[in-house]
């Protein structure tokens, strides 16, 4: 039996699609990264709207992306980069923050992040650090 057409392709063009883990304690956040990374060709696998959940869905999914924001509630983005690298130490997570997060930004970047992207961000943005950590 050939089992090589049962896996995904992960290219689409010359570009990489990426299964992607998007967390955000805002919905509308969560929706607008979403859009974004749907329209530039990736898979959205799971959403969490806290570093807890964020936790158990990227040991579940195992996503190539995780994009993470800094300030959520019951464990907040850089416990989760913690956490989640403890795991899987190739985990590759991308921050999402506020202006004036600077200190936490480069405290989850020391905790493992690969990238971080400032709100509020642009679909070119969002491209340019997805292809950067990939």
Do not use: W, Y
């Amino acid at each position: 039996m050939n089992c090589g057409s049962l896996q995904k392709s992960n290219k689409q063009g010359d570009k990489t699609v990426a299964t992607i883990l998007v967390t955000d304690d805002a919905a509308f956040m969560r929706m607008q990264l979403k859009d974004i990374l749907t329209k530039l060709g990736h898979e959205i696998v799971g959403e969490a709207e806290n570093g807890r959940l964020a936790v158990e869905k990227s040991a579940e999914l195992n996503p190539d992306l995780i994009t993470m924001d800094i300030t959520m509630p019951e464990m907040g983005g850089v416990e989760a980069v913690r956490e989640i690298k403890k795991h899987n130490p190739d985990a590759k997570i991308i921050m999402c923050s506020a202006m004036g997060q600077q200190g936490m930004v480069l405290e989850a970047i020391q905790a493992g992040a690969k990238d971080f992207i400032v709100k509020p961000f642009t679909a070119e943005r969002i491209e340019e650090a997805v292809t950067k950590v990939l």
